[in-house]
């Protein structure tokens, strides 16, 4: 019973490399969230989708880009990772209306 | 716009004593929900709670209630016999359900810490 898996864990890129965080969930959500946690801001949302196809842009979009070709996966992207972008990343899904969120494990990814 | 305010940043308790954590939001919908989600030091989201916003009656979860008052928008936390595995970073979270668009708003978190 996986639940919402998010890979890697942890990662280190260099000011202005790329790379791509993935999302998968496995019970069978329509909605998936990109947020990321950052000391004394709490979780702040990034992108999200309500169903497979569709993205969109949510309180923190800027530098980030995101994918949902298919309805388990949700991926987020760097084109060109800063220092500002040093975080720890959570990926979360939710079935619908009245339901919670179910989060990954979180990825802290460091930019130096 | 909706907004979530924890104004305690940091909360310590004695193990089997009571502690309540402070939550306010901001919001013209009339329908929504209400999380209290745990976040200890494996960084993994726990939901500890849930309240639906048109049910008067305050949600409890074992050892974890509670007082959510609609019309002051506010929805505490309480945990009464804390233990030393409640030590964690606290999250209150709401859940907008406006067109559709179900998104969840954070607070900033209160970081408790149980002590032996």
């Known amino acids: 019973n996986a639940g919402v898996t998010q890979t890697p864990k942890f990662r280190v890129l260099k000011t202005g490399q790329s790379m791509t965080l993935l999302c998968a969930q496995d019970?069978?959500?329509?909605?998936m969230y990109w947020y990321r946690q950052d000391p004394g801001m709490g979780l702040r949302l990034i992108h999200y989708?309500?169903?497979?196809?569709?993205?969109a842009k949510g309180e923190v979009p800027d530098g980030y880009n995101v994918s949902r070709l298919k309805k388990q996966n949700f991926l987020l992207g760097l084109e060109s990772a800063a220092p500002s972008q040093t975080s720890v990343y959570f990926c979360?899904?939710?079935?619908?209306?009245?339901?919670?969120?179910?989060f990954g494990q979180g990825t802290r990814l460091t930019v130096v | 716009a909706q907004t979530v305010t924890q104004s305690q940043p940091e909360m310590s308790v004695q193990e089997a004593e009571t502690v309540t954590l402070s939550c306010t939001y901001d919001?013209?919908?009339?329908?929504?929900?209400l999380f209290w989600y745990k976040q200890p030091p494996s960084r993994q989201m726990i939901l500890v709670i849930r309240q639906e916003a048109y049910k008067q009656q305050n949600a409890t979860e074992n050892r974890f209630s509670v007082n959510f008052q609609k019309a002051a928008k506010s929805f505490s936390l309480k945990i009464s016999d804390s233990q030393l595995g409640d030590t964690a970073m606290y999250f209150c979270a709401y859940k907008m359900t406006t067109s559709g668009t179900y998104k969840y708003i954070f607070g900033t978190g209160t970081r408790l810490k149980v002590l032996a």
């Open positions: 919001t013209s919908e009339n329908n929504y929900y």
């Open positions: 979360a899904s939710s079935y619908g209306r009245n339901t919670e969120a179910f």
């Open positions: 989708s309500v169903g497979e196809g569709t993205t």
């Open positions: 019970m069978n959500h329509e909605y």
